[in-house]
């Protein structure tokens, strides 16, 4: 990289809707320390028709050449320069349908097909609006303005600070010039946005189309509460006047932190009483938190390179739960943390092929299938063993620290860990260090001999390799004794092998108490994991205990350790289990075990899970009640399809009934009215699906549309799968084409169809963006290749020497496929 250092950017842009083109003139105001005689700029896609250079107070032409593969402008100066250099480049552009950089977004308004243009720059796409140094060291200033056409709004990062009527109908909008920040937070929109306000010192709104407004106010509450969370906790004022919440039709990812522009998909913003269920508002709360943390964390604090990007998306993930669990704690969010973000990524850093959270090279970082469960989920795990190790308080104070220290600046990996350790007076490097550089994690293995407990780790994979790696493990160790008693044993195993005194008269004990480490845990003892075994069917543990009691065991049964029959029964002390969190977690479990396994053993799973569902529903009950836990409405919906794929004919004739119900137009409660749509389609015919079909026409909510997206995945019979197939290919829109696809991969009846369909629809698969082509290649592999591995292998050896696209991802898909296939030969 080079020295030359941006300070403003001036960028004028006359988006045309019609054409779906834009002409821009960008300023750009430049330091460079010493003598240049060109500047090496970033674009990707402009058409650059003219380039002038400052001299002596005019601008002049200047001598400019192109180079597409590096996705280079390179101005030449017309004698070497230092000191301010400022460049004014003209050109023009596509708005684009890719979903990246400035691009159009479809939606349909009283009847008519219409369009927005939007912005997506995260992580080097910026260069496809405007030349500029395309990295987030390179922090600026950016003043926007935007012609917009009759009837237009214009939003970008900071607030309108003045119009102008100009020729044609058209308004220059003028906006507030930014802080200084990096270019991939940068963001502007021209559209017929209409907005809903909650004025303060910081004005908050949520844009949506025109007709969706009134659906915004749940998110513009939470958008609120979080705002003022975020600023008591990091105690640094937002530094903007306003704060806009953006509902985007067509968006590739899930939101976009763009400094006072945040962009979401329109069911992750947007909430429709009595359609949007429990889980889709509190994926609201967790999304709006996640987007405002990056507020601080990613925009006021910025990673100096893109290998840091967990110092970003470690912290979002972390209070994504964080602020939702603060203002809602009886969702008992930090469960489903436990589940859905430790849980998961554990699963994720169990292949050999894994990465450090701190990225190695890191040039080329992209967020997709193989990344997020590292820098988003194992970070976030990380972080919760951090604040676990040096207490809430000291967490804190750390944070405010290195958020005050970088402000306005960049920050690598040691900066946290220094602002920790300066705080707590504990070895935070070295530790984080173990965790943050290196790939993968422990498993600690237990022995008792005597009085004694002898503690070893390695490195936990399924597939066998050997490693000599090891941690700075925070180990604590709950002990109970014969009498009812028992206390908690804190140590930090920091070698491969540790002994600790544990006296006599000890009746079991269990590792990872509170399963605040991120570690597996393996007992030798037989005899001890029984011991515990009856603990938990007592109610002796917490319920994060006795989640990860039952999922390192099943990760034992994935590492061919131990046998699938000692895992289920296992999971027979938790027969009176009440809890969304070992719940959730023994389902998962189940259901992967269910589909990977054939013949009796396949039977065995479904006559275990049959017994467990069917037990919870006498608990919970088929249908939601008013006043029941939040976390248990969540747990119902999974549980009614995976009763159906055991065998349960009542749960099946329950939402059959419901089904019916639906479709002659009733309202089906939201709480079960996805899974209600799985079982109609699973046992559905071509009216079902041709009801489908209407329903995703008509539907008004893209809640409701990813319901009905999802459903359409579940067809049991084969031609309908195919139809499904085709019609997904056809009619359903990009942003959503993955959805269907992703739920088919695990559908029972689809799994022997979806290999084949895959190698023979590779091309318009690659059309995709980028991100869910590789959901798709992740969804399907994994289960639809057991059996025709060679062949699978063979296929993507030829694909991967032809091509440079989702490496990553089908590189972990063959290990999850080998897996899957040792499990089952088993
Ligand atoms: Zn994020």
Same mark, same amino acid.
Do not use: A, V
């Given at each position: 990289m080079n020295d030359l250092q941006p300070l403003n950017y001036k960028i004028h842009l006359e988006p045309d809707l019609q054409r779906f083109q834009f002409s821009g003139t960008t300023e750009i105001v430049i330091d460079a320390p010493e003598k240049v005689d060109e500047i090496p700029l970033n674009a990707l896609d402009l058409a650059v028709w003219g380039c002038q250079v400052k001299v002596d107070g005019t601008f002049r032409d200047s001598p400019f050449s192109v180079d597409a593969k590096k996705e280079e402008l390179r101005v030449y100066l017309p004698d070497p320069m230092t000191g301010k250099i400022e460049l004014k480049i003209d050109y023009v552009g596509e708005i684009n349908n890719k979903m990246a950089g400035f691009y159009r977004s479809k939606y349909v308004a009283r009847g008519k097909e219409k369009y927005m243009a939007v912005t997506q720059f995260e992580? %080097?796409?910026a260069r496809r609006a405007f030349p500029c140094f395309d990295h987030p060291v390179k922090k600026a200033t950016f003043d926007v303005e935007i012609v917009a056409g009759r009837g237009l709004v214009a939003i970008s990062n900071g607030p309108v600070i003045k119009e102008t009527p100009v020729e044609d109908g058209r308004t220059l909008i003028t906006f507030q010039q930014t802080p200084k920040? &990096?270019? =991939?937070l940068l963001f502007f929109a021209v559209g017929e946005f209409t907005f809903i306000e909650d004025p303060g010192e910081v004005l908050v709104r949520v844009a949506t189309i025109p007709g969706m407004k009134k659906y915004g106010r749940f998110g513009l509450k939470f958008g609120r509460k979080s705002l003022e969370f975020s600023e008591a906790y990091y105690d640094i004022k937002y530094p903007l006047p306003k704060l806009d919440l953006i509902a985007i039709a067509d968006f590739a990812a899930g939101a976009m932190e763009n400094w006072g522009a945040i962009t979401f998909r329109e069911n992750l913003l947007l909430h429709f009483p009595a359609v949007t269920s429990k889980a889709g508002r509190e994926r609201i709360c967790e999304v709006i938190a996640h987007e405002m943390a990056h507020q601080w964390f990613g925009n006021l604090v910025t990673p100096s390179d893109w290998k840091y990007l967990w110092l970003n998306e470690s912290f979002a993930t972390y209070f994504g739960s964080g602020v939702v669990d603060h203002y809602y704690p009886e969702w008992d969010v930090w469960d489903q943390f436990l589940h859905g973000q430790t849980g998961s990524s554990l699963e994720r850093d169990s292949l050999w092929e894994t990465f450090p959270i701190e990225i190695p090279g890191g040039e080329h970082v992209v967020i997709n299938a193989s990344t997020a469960p590292i820098i988003y989920s194992k970070g976030g795990s990380i972080l919760r063993q951090v604040e676990g190790y040096v207490g809430h308080d000291n967490f804190k104070e750390g944070l405010r620290v290195y958020l005050k220290k970088h402000e306005y600046a960049c920050a690598s990996s040691h900066h946290l860990w220094d602002a920790l350790e300066g705080v707590s007076e504990k070895p935070i490097s070295k530790m984080m260090k173990s965790w943050i550089e290196q790939p993968g994690f422990p498993i600690v293995e237990v022995n008792r001999e005597e009085d004694r407990l002898i503690l070893t780790q390695k490195r936990f994979t399924y597939l066998p390799r050997d490693s000599e790696q090891e941690w700075q493990i925070p180990v604590a160790i709950k002990i109970f004794d014969n009498h009812g008693g028992s206390k908690v044993v804190k140590t930090l195993l920091d070698l491969k092998r540790t002994v600790i005194d544990i006296g006599p008269d000890v009746a079991g004990y269990k590792v990872n108490e509170g399963q605040t480490g991120f570690y597996r845990v393996k007992y030798k003892e037989k005899g001890n994991l029984e011991e515990l075994g009856r603990r938990v069917a007592d109610n002796g543990f917490s319920r994060e205990d006795r989640w990860g009691l039952q999922n390192d065991l099943y990760a034992l049964v994935k590492k061919g350790d131990i046998p699938l029959d000692e895992y289920l029964d296992f999971i027979? &002390? =938790? %027969?009176?289990e009440k809890a969304f969190l070992p719940l959730i977690s023994i389902a998962s479990n189940l259901f992967h075990a269910f589909l990977v396994m054939e013949g009796s053993k396949r039977e065995r799973v479904a006559s275990v899970g049959r017994g467990l569902v069917e037990r919870v529903f006498e608990d919970i009950g088929y249908e939601p009640r008013p006043d029941e836990k939040h976390s248990l409405s969540i747990l119902r919906e999974p549980l009614i399809w995976d009763a159906v794929m055991y065998g349960s004919e009542n749960v099946k004739a329950f939402a059959l009934d419901q089904f019916s119900s639906l479709v002659a137009g009733k309202k089906i409660h939201p709480d079960i009215v996805k899974s209600v749509m799985q079982i109609g389609a699973w046992n559905g015919d071509d009216e079902t699906f041709e009801w489908f079909d209407r329903s995703l026409g008509s539907s008004g909510s893209e809640h409701e549309r990813m319901n009905i997206l999802t459903a359409l995945g579940c067809f049991g019979k084969r031609d309908l799968i195919e139809k499904t197939l085709n019609y997904v290919l056809t009619n359903v829109p990009d942003r959503n084409k993955f959805i269907p696809i992703g739920i088919l991969g695990a559908n029972p009846q689809a799994i022997p169809l979806m290999w084949e369909w895959y190698r023979d629809h590779v091309e318009p698969l690659e059309q995709f963006h980028p991100v869910h082509y590789e959901r798709v290649i992740a969804a399907i592999v994994p289960l639809s290749g057991i059996g025709k591995e060679e062949e699978v292998r063979g296929f993507f050896d030829d694909y991967m020497q032809q091509k440079e696209k989702a490496r990553g991802v089908i590189k972990l898909s063959l290990e999850k496929l080998e897996i899957n296939s040792r499990m089952r030969s088993s």
């Open positions: 992580e %080097s796409d920040m &990096s270019t =991939y027979s &002390s =938790y %027969s009176n």
